[in-house]
């Protein structure tokens, strides 16, 4: 493995963040299968009826406020 094939650091003009170039191999480009598993897996559908015998009484109470 030289070291061209590796990712290396850039530094982005007028920004505190340095960004990587892409790995090798990989695209920049999203998959649309990614696409459905990710959303999917970020918000459970709430109608799925499997709730737990808590979950009614967690969306009514409401912690204090200091």
């Known amino acids: 493995m030289s070291s061209s094939d590796?990712?290396?650091?850039?530094?982005?003009?007028?920004?505190?963040?340095?960004?990587?170039?892409?790995?090798?191999?990989?695209?920049?480009?999203?998959?649309?299968?990614?696409e459905t598993t990710d959303a999917a897996a970020a918000a459970p559908d709430a109608t799925s009826g499997s709730s737990g015998p808590n979950d009614e009484r967690l969306r009514r109470d409401v912690p204090p406020h200091y």
């Open 6 to 34: 590796r990712q290396r650091i850039e530094r982005v003009k007028g920004s505190r963040r340095a960004k990587l170039t892409p790995a090798p191999g990989t695209s920049a480009e999203p998959v649309p299968a990614d």
